[in-house]
């Protein structure tokens, strides 16, 4: 059963304009934890924000947020004040708490792309 | 800051050859993982490894998969005899915390594997 749905493949935003990475989960845990991942062109794959199903906040990390709907089982990416360097592809991960030391389940990623 | 290192960045080999490929985890780390991501697609789990034991290997890690801890700070992957289809990117990953807890793990730039 597909965890991650990220229905967005590419998605393009003007540089200093904020963007929304859509991400919607699915799960039967009551406990679990949400990601996200950049993976420029050179390929590595970065940490980018984390959520737990229990977080009474959204989490913040400098120009990230996470806005965690709980109920829609949604998780969104909203990047402020795009940057030349924000582009890249973006993933959306799940922690499954399921398994043994929790395998992350990833979505097929958006391409981001910022125009100046 | 501490990163994941992963090498060699990229690997050629003749299919039916044995590779490895070698990771040096967060030093603080004790939780280990191996991902690969086949062109284009999403990252998918292969495997992960605490206190010298294999703790989960998904349907991929089939018997031409092996990992290993030769030291306190390597953590390898060997493919035995390799195929068209294991041309992929082989994501190694460390965390400190395991099931139940925040478990962020950190990716290194990961080995992009070809098989000719």
């Known amino acids: 059963a597909q965890k991650i749905t990220q229905t967005q493949p590419g998605m393009f935003v003007q540089e200093k304009e904020a963007v929304t990475l859509d991400c919607t989960y699915d799960t039967s845990d009551q406990s679990y934890g949400l990601f996200w991942y950049k993976q420029p062109s050179s390929g590595e794959m970065i940490f980018l924000i984390y959520q737990g199903s229990y977080d009474e906040q959204n989490a913040t990390e400098g120009r990230y947020s996470l806005n965690f709907q709980k109920a829609r089982k949604s998780a969104n990416l909203v990047i402020s004040a795009s940057q030349l360097g924000d582009s890249a592809m973006y993933f959306c991960a799940i922690f499954d708490r399921g398994s043994t030391l929790g395998r992350l389940y990833f979505g097929r990623g958006t391409q981001l792309t910022v125009w100046p | ?116």
Not at chain 2, 12 to 41: A, D, K
Not at chain 2, 56 to 74: A, T
């Open chain 2, 1 to 116: 800051e501490p990163e994941v290192t992963q090498t060699p960045s990229h690997q050629v080999t003749q299919m039916g050859q044995e590779v490895i490929l070698r990771c040096v985890p967060i030093s603080n780390h004790l939780y280990f993982y191996w991902y690969r991501q086949i062109l284009g697609q999403k990252v998918e789990f292969l495997v992960s490894f605490y206190n010298n034991e294999i703790s989960e290997k998904s349907e991929i890690f089939d018997d031409q998969f092996s990992v290993e801890r030769p030291d306190g700070s390597n953590f390898t992957l060997k493919i035995r005899s390799t195929k068209l289809e294991d041309s992929a990117m082989y994501f190694c990953a460390s965390s400190d915390q395991g099931k139940g807890a925040k478990n962020i793990q950190y990716f290194g730039a990961g080995t992009r594997l070809s098989v000719l």
